[in-house]
């Protein structure tokens, strides 16, 4: 009876987070009340993969096997040789198309063109085209995906619960690259307005950058030494810089040799 109820809960629990996955959250809330399910139910398309699995195994199962009639049915199987109206159900050996959840979505005025994640996968970072970066805490955009939907429009306009914690000005033109110091909270980013700067986001106040590095080129990469004191950039010119955090002074400048100058007119696209 055990085993029983605790399968019955189990498929209410697919179901609930099929219909999430659907968009039918009103739906979704009133069954979990009707059927007393208080764990988090996040939006999965589990349930229709496993009817999925279970109608082909049915159908399947009833294909009609050949009749044999002894004196009747040759005893050599005949080749079947090609059928130009057989069309097999296998069509290639490509794997099926990945499934995704969504958690959480927000938006800058115009395209996000740089994503990072900070060194304990806490915190994001998003750069855009209209020059703003955005800061989003990763367990809020969990907990809010999970949340109900009353309780949601309630928090809405929480701050302390919102996933967007800092939201950054300091740039003139699209930001290109982001990159997290590895021991402080503090965010590097990189424009089209060939500068690099420093943001301190542990202010919940920051807007601006508390220290920028004047580029020669549009800045295309960046990348922190482990301890956090020194960044390396790339831009569209073949030199790159090393920098000093502290002080944002430039401690060595390497020209790349002609094999690589040659190769995409120069440009730097990554470094790390």
Do not use: W
Request: glycine share 6%.
């Amino acid at each position: 009876m055990a085993d029983g109820l605790k399968e019955r809960e189990t498929l209410y629990k697919l179901m609930i987070s099929q219909l999430r996955y659907d968009g039918f959250e009103a739906i979704a809330s009133t069954l979990a009340k009707v059927v007393n399910i208080i764990s988090a139910c996040p939006p999965m398309a589990r349930l229709h993969q496993v009817v999925n699995l279970g109608l082909q195994a049915e159908a399947e199962g009833v294909k009609p096997e050949p009749a044999v009639i002894p004196g009747l049915t040759s005893s050599v199987e005949m080749s079947r040789g090609i059928d130009l109206e057989y069309e097999p159900e296998d069509h290639g050996t490509s794997p099926p198309a990945a499934m995704y959840e969504t958690y959480y979505v927000t938006a800058h005025k115009a395209p996000c063109r740089t994503a990072g994640f900070s060194q304990n996968g806490r915190l994001i970072a998003t750069g855009s085209v209209d020059a703003s970066i955005k800061v989003l805490d990763v367990e809020r955009m969990v907990a809010k995906n999970t949340m109900p939907q009353t309780q949601d429009q309630g928090a809405g306009t929480n701050l302390e619960n919102h996933p967007v914690i800092r939201t950054l000005y300091d740039h003139n033109e699209e930001v290109t690259a982001l990159e997290f110091h590895p021991t402080a909270l503090v965010l590097a980013s990189g424009s089209k307005d060939c500068t690099v700067k420093l943001f301190d986001i542990s202010k919940p106040s920051v807007k601006k950058a508390y220290r920028a590095i004047q580029e020669a080129e549009v800045v295309t990469s960046m990348s922190f030494h482990p301890t956090g004191d020194f960044i390396i950039v790339g831009t569209e010119h073949p030199t790159i810089r090393l920098y000093d955090t502290n002080t944002g002074s430039v401690l060595c400048r390497q020209t790349l040799g002609i094999s690589y100058r040659t190769y995409k007119y120069g440009e730097i696209f990554s470094i790390s």
